[in-house]
Every structure is written in C-alpha cells, then in structure tokens.
C-alpha cells in the first residue's frame, strides 16, 4: 500500500473526495436550478424539516470525522463514516426506488457508497487504525 506522510495515501484521497461531495451534494439544487429548494422545509416545524437538520448536523460530524479523525488514525472516526455511509447508502436506495429522483446521478452516489465502506473494511486500512478483530 501506497504511504505519504506515514498514512495510507487512499484515506487522503478519501478525506478530500468526502468533502467535495458533501459540499457538492448541498449545492447541486442551486448549480442545476431547482425551482423549488429541498432545503426550504428545515425552516418549518415539521418531521421532514427535522430529517433535513439531522442529516446536516450528521455530515458536519463526518467531515470532522474524516479530517481530523483520520489523521489521527482514531477507530470511531473510521467506524462512523462506515456508519454514516451506510445511513446514506438507505436514503440513496429509498430515494432510488421510491422516490424516483435523479436516478441516474443515485446509481453513481450508491457505487460510490459502496466503494468507501469497501475500502474502509480492508485489512491494511483497519490496521493502520489499530483495529485486531476480525469483524469491523
């Protein structure tokens, strides 16, 4: 496995890519121009408007995740991103399958989903955060 600075270079790469697609994910309504924004119901008291805080206030928490606790080689981080992955990985299906939008850009976000838990399931990637066991 590739190193730079002592780290595995993939968990460089992995740190940069979740947050370009955190921040792309938020403001892709705007760039594509959305009549209406999916964020306008978080001002409401409502269910929906909750989920949207929650899932802000969960992506806040990863991006801390993956820059400082990786760097630091911190297990709870590795195990909360596979956590947060996974959270997403229902939302993207539900929104696939039910919901039906944007189906094609959810294909690439569900391989993407996919390719991180992967890569942070990896034995070289589990021992770079200290982790023995055989599961997780």
Request: charged share 15%.
């Amino acid at each position: 496995m590739k190193y730079f600075k002592d780290r595995p270079l993939g968990l460089w790469i992995l740190a940069v890519s979740v947050i370009l697609f955190t921040i792309y994910y938020h403001i892709r309504p705007f760039l594509w121009g959305a009549d209406t924004s999916i964020y306008s119901p978080m001002f409401e008291l409502t269910l929906w408007g909750s989920v949207i805080w929650f899932n802000i206030i969960l992506e806040i928490i990863g991006i801390y995740a993956v820059t400082v606790g990786f760097y630091k080689a911190k297990n709870w981080a590795r195990l909360f991103t596979i956590a947060m992955f996974i959270n997403s990985s229902f939302w993207n299906l539900y929104l696939l399958f039910v919901e039906k939008v944007w189906p094609y850009e959810r294909y690439i976000w569900l391989v993407y989903y996919v390719i991180v838990i992967a890569y942070l399931m990896m034995s070289d990637i589990r021992d770079y955060f200290g982790v023995k066991k055989l599961f997780l």
